[in-house]
């Protein structure tokens, strides 16, 4: 007990265990903190991640998979008057030759996205054709009203 009468700052000493526990409460708790936010940004990362993978499977099968795929094929407007011009849009993937039928006022080559011009003089139904070159086709076909 001489030793803690001749100590010169005896108030610490009553304090110091607390102040002990304290601080170990509180790293525990910044730990835990740290632990959280690291486990968030994993799981974010891990959602962003799988929708970048979402996002290419979708890619990959609209554009065909590989195979030729005819992505739109649409006419507007719908309804002409005889000698009006319309326009004939169309978009292909995976192809190597384009052909539409009857051939429209332009030329027409494989892409994600052309429209081209077309009069026709009656009501037509127009046929676009894709092939991949490797004996792989697809057809779709779309109707303009003449009046």
Known sequence: MAAYENEKYPALRKVLPYTTAV????????????????????????????????????????????????LNFTISPGFIRSGDTAMLCYGVSNAKKVEISPKPNNGVWPSLARCVETTPKQTTTYTINADDGHGHTETKTVTVQVQ
């Not at 609209?62 to 795929?69: N, P, R």
């Open 23 to 70: 601080l170990i409460i509180l790293a525990i708790y910044v730990g835990y903190i740290v632990f959280q936010r690291w486990q968030e940004r994993r799981e974010a990362a891990r959602q962003e991640s799988q929708q970048v993978v979402d996002s290419a499977r979708k890619t990959y099968e609209a554009y065909g998979s590989g195979q030729v795929k005819i």
